[in-house]
């Protein structure tokens, strides 16, 4: 007897304790409610009810109470209950490695692993990104966490309410970026938050970017879809981003994101060593942010760069198809909307050279040239007196071998150059180099 007075005056303080926490003390979302209805079916009582939903069984007696239910075995099919909220029992969610690339360890901070496809990612893992490396994680409700390098994220909260079906996933940036898409979720109180020591994002559904340098102790978020709620914790200041919109943690209001930067032309075979990606400058733009993948999502991406001119240099690829996306960066360190462009890349490197000598009284030009990465091409060989190598004075096609030989040119100068013609996956590869020049003196 006195057992069950102890439980029923703890269970009453619980109640209490309910009602007057402050708005938001304990819940995920700031609006989230202190108590859920539940509408009871055949089978069911207050004991399998604790049993299944509930953290511990014995709080069955703060849900009779608060419903004035005489018999905790007997309920009415069709009655609503309310239950607080502090009361259900969670359970872990678990995101997943979709793709990383690169050198990435995940788990516990004293037992860090290298990542691998499709490795399990749990509440309180550290995330770590080195250089030229990145990570995609897919969540449960296919939500997408997106990391790219020189990142450091904490694993916060991943846990589901089993009765009333929410989900808290909140993820803590130490040092680095985000790049996030959040599924709309059903559930008024499913929460999705992603914070810095300075600064908390927090939203529903939509696609957003946030990025935190300690070194500067400065936070940014960037929203593209839906909205965002931005906390700066140390000022109590929140903003409200629609699309479009970014912050930073000492900026008073929103500020509208820069358009997304142009491309030069887009078209262009990437069949040089390195890639190079030409931009047209953006208005307000004091740098852009380049980044390559193998699919249009960015799930997988492959490598990035961040430049302060127009033009962008990466790193060699294998030949195949690619996305290349470009955001501009404004004077407040915000990313702006992206341009997302495919390209092809087929590397085909082509060298020239010339050598000149004498056989008996002729002087003979031996042209050269190189192409490994197409042994089985045919070659244009063109030689002209104009810049612009109009109106060719030697224009040989079908030409197999690596080099061409001209004897007894006149004096004057001349441009020449050597195109590569090759077939490969049912497409045609041309490639010319850029115009040499060839000064012949008079003779003495």
């Known amino acids: 007897m006195i057992e069950m007075l102890r439980m029923a005056l703890r269970g009453l303080l619980l109640v209490l304790a309910i009602f007057l926490l402050p708005a938001g003390g304990y819940a995920a979302s ?7 209805s539940y509408r009871v079916v055949q089978g069911d009582n207050l004991y399998t009810l604790a049993e299944r939903y509930f953290s511990k069984t014995g709080d069955y007696i703060v849900v009779q109470r608060l419903n004035k239910v005489a018999d905790p075995r007997r309920l009415r099919i069709g009655s609503l209950l309310t239950i607080p909220r502090p009361l259900l029992r969670q359970v872990p969610v678990e995101a997943v490695v979709q793709s990383f690339r690169g050198t990435v360890f995940i788990g ?33 409700d296919d939500s997408h966490v997106a990391l790219p390098s020189q990142t450091t994220l904490r694993v916060q909260r991943m846990r589901r309410t089993l009765l009333a079906g929410d989900v808290e996933r909140s993820f803590r940036i130490e040092r680095g970026r985000a790049n996030v898409t959040v599924t709309p979720q059903d559930n008024p109180y499913s929460d999705f938050r992603i914070s810095t020591p300075v600064a908390v994002s927090a939203v529903r559904g939509t696609r957003f970017r946030m990025r935190y340098d300690p070194d500067g102790d400065r936070a940014t978020s960037e929203v593209l ?64 942010n380049v980044q390559i993948a193998q699919d249009a999502g960015f799930l997988d991406v492959l490598d990035e760069t961040s430049i302060s001119s127009a033009e962008a240099v990466l790193r060699l690829l294998a030949d195949g198809n690619y996305f290349v996306r470009l955001t501009g960066i404004d004077t407040n360190g915000l990313e702006g909307f992206p341009a997302t462009y495919a390209f092809y890349r087929r590397l085909n490197r082509l ?52 080099s061409f030989v001209v004897t007894d040119l006149p004096a004057g100068m001349y441009y020449w150059r050597v195109k590569t013609v090759d077939m490969t996956g049912g497409r045609i590869h041309e490639k010319w180099t850029p115009f040499q020049e060839l000064r012949i003196g008079a003779a003495p």
């Open 30 to 36: 700031a609006e989230k409610a202190a108590s859920i």
């Open 108 to 140: 516990p901070a004293e037992n860090r692993q290298p990542a691998a496809i499709g490795m399990k990612v749990h509440e309180g893992d550290l995330i770590q990104t080195s250089q030229k490396s990145f990570i995609t994680l897919r969540l449960p």
């Open 225 to 288: 879809e839906g909205q965002v709620m931005f906390s700066a914790e140390r000022s109590n200041q929140e903003q409200l981003l629609p699309a479009g919109f970014g912050t930073a943690n000492g900026l008073d209001n929103p500020i509208s994101l820069l358009p997304a930067p142009e491309l030069l032309a887009p078209g262009r075979i990437q069949d040089d060593e390195d890639l190079r990606f030409a931009l047209k400058p953006l208005s307000g733009a004091v740098g852009y």
């Open 351 to 402: 060298t020239a050279s010339l050598e000149e000598k004498r056989v008996g009284r002729y002087h003979q030009y031996l042209f050269r040239w190189n192409a490994p990465d197409a042994p089985d091409a045919q070659f244009r060989f063109q030689l002209s007196a104009k810049p612009d190598g109009s109106a060719p004075l030697i224009d040989e096609i079908g030409l197999t071998g690596t």
